[in-house]
Each structure stands twice: as C-alpha cells, then as structure tokens.
C-alpha cells in the first residue's frame, strides 16, 4: 500500500524548504559579519595604548557578536535539521578535525597551540553531525578561555575508541579549576 501526498502539500514543503535556504544563507552572511567584528575586536584589544574604558568595551563588543554568532550557528542548524528528527553515522574523527580547523585562527591568535590525535580508522556514532560539531566547538572555546588568562599554553584534542564507546577527548595544560570552585 501507498501512500501519496496531495499536491497542495508538495507547494507547501517546497515552500518550507525555500525558506530555510533563505534563512541558512542569511545567517551565514549575518555569522560572517560578526566573525569579522570579533576579529576587529580582538586585534584593537592587543594594542597596549588604549585606556581601560575602551579595552572593557571592546570586549563586550567581542562578547556580545561571539554570543550572536552562537545564535546564528543554532538558526543555520535549525534551517538545516532533519524534520523527521533521525540520527545518521558520523565520523567523530571528521568532527574533531573540523572544529580544531574552525577555531585555528582564534587559537593562533591567542598565542596558544593546538595538538590533535585521530585515530586511522573513521570512528563512526549515531548523532546529528551540525550538533556534535557545535558541542566539539564549544568545549574547544572553553578550553581557550581557561588558557586566555596564562597567554600561552596547548589544547589538546583527540577522538579514542573505547569498546562500544567514542570518546571526544579535549583538554589543556592550564591551572585548571581550584578546588574551591568545584
């Protein structure tokens, strides 16, 4: 047995599917102004002849157009998710390779450097890939936040099989947290 969709629906999805291209390629441009504003920010605050109030501000310049740019990576994922919600195999070892290379230029540019290790062999998970590569990102940031504040220093990130699991490894050689904040 069949099952077909009447035409009027077809209108619609194609509808549907015209406007998350629309919004996909708009935050994309919107995403690509904000890197360069974060970017501009951050080489004004490595000049040393600016007075305190200027350097606060543009750090809330930085931080603020870093937490749109979040934003717009949740709407261009959103625009491209799978509306029948399945997950499909990914390759961790692709999604860690691809993180590292995203934040390359901002871990370059905090002095900092960066160490990976993938296994040979694709490590395949079940998972949606825009979602496993935002959480790669994100722990990566943190990580160069926990070190912005030494100036210097490694993250290291690796994908390990362990059994039936894949394990997304990332850590650096800061302080790390005091005990007292645990």
């Not at 619609?12 to 919004?23: D, F, Q, S, Y």
């Amino acid at each position: 047995m069949s099952v077909s969709t009447p035409p009027e629906h077809h209108l619609t999805l194609n509808r549907l599917a015209t406007i998350a291209r629309l919004v996909a390629g708009a935050a994309h441009e919107v995403n690509n102004a904000l890197q360069v504003i974060c970017g501009s920010a951050e080489l004004l605050q490595n000049r040393t002849d600016l007075p305190e109030p200027v350097q606060k501000t543009l750090t809330r310049i930085r931080d603020q157009a870093a937490r749109a740019a979040s934003a717009m990576t949740g709407v261009v994922a959103l625009s491209r998710a799978q509306p029948d919600g399945r997950t499909y195999l990914v390759d961790m070892c692709d999604i860690a390779s691809r993180a590292v290379e995203l934040r390359r230029y901002s871990i370059g540019r905090a002095d900092l450097r960066v160490q990976i290790d993938l296994p040979s062999e694709p490590q395949l998970v079940n998972g949606h890939r825009l979602h496993l590569l935002q959480a790669a990102l994100n722990i990566i940031h943190t990580a160069e936040q926990a070190l912005a504040r030494q100036r210097s220093g490694c993250i290291y990130v690796a994908v390990v099989a362990d059994g039936d699991h894949v394990i997304l490894r990332v850590s650096d050689d800061g302080p790390g947290v005091p005990p007292a904040d645990v």
